[in-house]
């Protein structure tokens, strides 16, 4: 089991990028968090198997359709045993 701080770079609010990121993450058995952040960007706390966290990331790369990622930023930390994945409003 990995842990992953992440941090989406780009056109990432307002278009459903946590919801899908959400639907993803519990898809691929993944645990922790997504929320907005004040400076435009989405910011992620995601663990579980490293395989389901390298397709995750690859994701996350792209997002929705409508997404227009221009960076991701990528920290490994300690697992925080998260119980489930959910967005933070």
């Given at each position: 089991?990995?842990?992953?701080?992440?941090?989406?770079?780009?056109?990432?609010?307002?278009?459903?990028?946590?919801?899908?990121?959400?639907?993803?993450a519990?898809?691929?058995?993944?645990?922790?968090?997504?929320?907005?952040?004040?400076?435009?960007?989405?910011?992620?706390?995601?663990?579980?198997?490293?395989?389901?966290?390298?397709?995750?990331?690859?994701?996350?790369?792209?997002?929705p359709?409508?997404?227009?990622?221009?960076?991701?930023?990528?920290?490994?930390?300690?697992?925080?045993?998260?119980?489930?994945?959910?967005i933070?409003?």
């Amino acid at each position: 089991m990995k842990h992953f701080n992440i941090t989406v770079i780009g056109h990432v609010q307002g278009i459903g990028y946590r919801w899908q990121a959400q639907k993803k993450a519990t898809f691929l058995g993944l645990k922790g968090f997504i929320e907005n952040r004040p400076d435009a960007t989405v910011y992620i706390e995601v663990e579980g198997k490293p395989e389901k966290l390298k397709d995750f990331i690859e994701w996350c790369k792209s997002g929705p359709s409508n997404a227009v990622v221009h960076d991701l930023q990528i920290d490994e930390c300690e697992l925080k045993e998260y119980t489930h994945f959910h967005i933070r409003h």
